[in-house]
């Protein structure tokens, strides 16, 4: 009982946090549900199909609006969540208390062409100050 409580939980809060990802996998799977796999396979064609003329045609506007978004995704997922935890207590900015860790929460990413920039929630009392004496600590990470 406890497990499917939990499940439902995770799965609102899936839906809650992250609507459009959600209905990006929701809707064809619910199509192809109800009228066949291949109407599912042929709405996502239909869109990649989209897409790919978008890129093809106005380059600047499709990096701008759907490229910087995604690369911004992945280099959350991939790059920075994987290594946050090792490099915040690295670096002097993590602290563990009676055997818990507590680390600064990372809110989230943004692409431009020449750097990346990074939202993060600092612990309680710490100050831009401790960030910037440790600034070279989180180059290159």
Do not use: N
Not at 29 to 34: D, I, K, T
Not at 99 to 113: A, F, I, K, M, N
Request: with cysteine; charged share 15%.
């Amino acid at each position: 009982m406890i497990f499917v409580c939990r499940l439902l939980a995770g799965a609102v809060r899936l839906l809650w946090r992250h609507p459009i990802a959600s209905m990006v996998v929701a809707v064809p799977c619910a199509l192809a549900w109800l009228s066949g796999w291949q109407w599912g396979v042929a709405l996502v064609v239909l869109v990649l199909l989209g897409l790919t003329a978008w890129a093809l045609i106005d380059r600047a506007s499709f990096v701008r609006l759907v490229g910087q978004r995604l690369l911004a995704w992945w280099r959350l997922v991939w790059v920075y969540r994987r290594h946050w935890q090792p490099v915040m207590f690295i670096s002097g900015l993590g602290r563990t208390l009676k055997g818990r860790d507590y680390v600064p929460h990372l809110v989230g990413v943004r692409c431009t062409s020449w750097a990346d920039l990074v939202t993060v929630k600092m612990l309680t009392g710490q100050s831009v100050k401790d960030w910037s004496d440790r600034i070279e600590h989180l180059e290159d990470h």
